[in-house]
Every structure is written in C-alpha cells, then in structure tokens.
C-alpha cells in the first residue's frame, strides 16, 4: 500500500506571498500525482495532475512539480479565496494525503 | 457543462444497508469510469472505489471490501454504491467523481458532486 503524507498540516502565510505545500510518496508514483482544493462545504476540486498540469480553469498562481516520491504545490501569490484545506492523492491506487490547512498568517 | 448529482444518502443503523445514486450529465457517461470517494466529519477525503466505463473491472479500498458494491448503468447515466454490514465508521459525506481520462483503467477526479450524507447510528 503506497501511503501520502503532507507536510505540514497547517501553513499559516499572509495573503500575496508564496506557500509551498509538499507530499511524500512511500514508494514511486511517477508522475501520477494530483492536487485538489477544498473549502468549507464544498466538494473538492481539482488543481494539478500529473504532478504539474494545471487542470481547466485553473489560475496560473497554481503549481506543482516533482515526479517519484516527492511533490509540491506552489502558489505563487496567495489571493484570499486561496486559503482552503489542499490535498494530493496518486492514482496507483487513489490514496490520499490528510492535507494540509493553508491559513492565513 | 459535467453534473453530478448524489442521492441515496439517509440515517441507517449498524448492520444496516443503504444505496446510493449518482446522476450524471454534460459529458458521455459510459466513456469514463467512475469514483466515489468519503470524507468523515471534520477528516480528510478517502477513496472508497472505482469502476471503469464499462463495468468491466472494480476496486475498492480495503476499508470497503466486502461490504461495498459499485455499479452503473450507463443507459441511465447513473453510478450506484450499494453499502451492506453498515458501520459507525462509514459515517460521511459520499461524493461520486467522474475520472479524468476516457476509457481510463483509473486515473484522478476532475469532476465532483456535492455529495450525499450518510449516518450510521442506532
């Protein structure tokens, strides 16, 4: 079983600056790495996948790279409607991270 | 534009068994596979299970096995997850996912639904 884990939980950062969220693989993933958003009551919605591709609709303050075992997100300039619970998930086997709280600092 | 809507969702108790519906609209239904995937009060998301875009394959998490069925019809656009030997611990909200890629063996959610809750109580 491949398990996620995000670090760290919580990221408290201050609106325009950069945050950096990171996800380690137990084993490879390739590039099968995705990124959702989620905020209170709402359904999750896709960022990234395949480690760096940024899904349709997707603003390009969105990153993601790595490949193998680890990833990050990067936003490169935090907007309020960014502050949101992120999570990544490969697709080997679908398992997720827990996520990681982004806050505002 | 891709719809999901989750129906089926209720208070049932331990031991018990529910069905839940998803139905789709905006894309061609029984080219993609599809996902539910559960998240728990106040935790994180978990996947539960996938079937292909034709039924011809279906796997679940291991947390599931056993208890869980998933199904489609793709004559009604709908994808169901029938849910027997209920436990306190399958209490969430159960969203349906479309997957990304046509006639994929499996690959990431691009679309959700806005899911359905589910209570496992007695």
């Known amino acids: 079983e491949i398990v996620m884990t995000q670090s760290p939980a919580t990221l408290s950062v201050s609106p325009g600056e950069r945050a950096t969220l990171s996800c380690r693989a137990s084993q490879s993933v390739s590039s099968n790495l995705a990124w959702y958003q989620q905020k209170p009551g709402q359904a999750p919605r896709l960022l990234i996948y395949g480690a760096s591709t940024r899904a349709t609709g997707i603003p390009a303050r969105f990153s993601g790279s790595g490949s193998g075992t680890e990833f990050t997100l990067t936003i490169s300039s935090l907007q309020s409607e960014d502050f949101a619970v992120y999570y990544c998930q490969q697709y080997n086997n679908w398992h997720f991270g827990q996520g990681t709280r982004l806050e505002i600092k | 534009q891709v719809q999901l809507v989750e129906s089926g969702g209720g208070v049932v108790q331990p031991g018990g068994s529910l069905r839940l519906s998803c139905a789709a609209s905006?894309?061609?239904?029984?080219?993609?596979?599809m996902h539910w995937v559960r998240q728990a009060p106040g935790k994180g998301l978990e996947w539960v299970a996938f079937i292909r875009y034709d039924g011809s394959n279906k796997y679940y998490a291991d947390s599931v096995k056993g208890r869980f069925t998933i199904s489609r019809d793709n004559s009604k656009n709908t994808l169901y997850l029938q849910m027997n030997s209920l436990r306190a611990e399958d209490t969430a909200v159960y969203y349906c996912?479309?997957?990304?890629?046509?006639?994929?063996?499996?690959?990431?959610?691009?679309?959700w639904g806005q899911g359905t809750l589910v209570t496992v109580s007695s």
């Open positions: 996912a479309k997957d990304g890629s046509r006639y994929s063996s499996g690959w990431y959610e691009d679309y």
């Open positions: 905006g894309f061609t239904f029984s080219s993609y596979g």
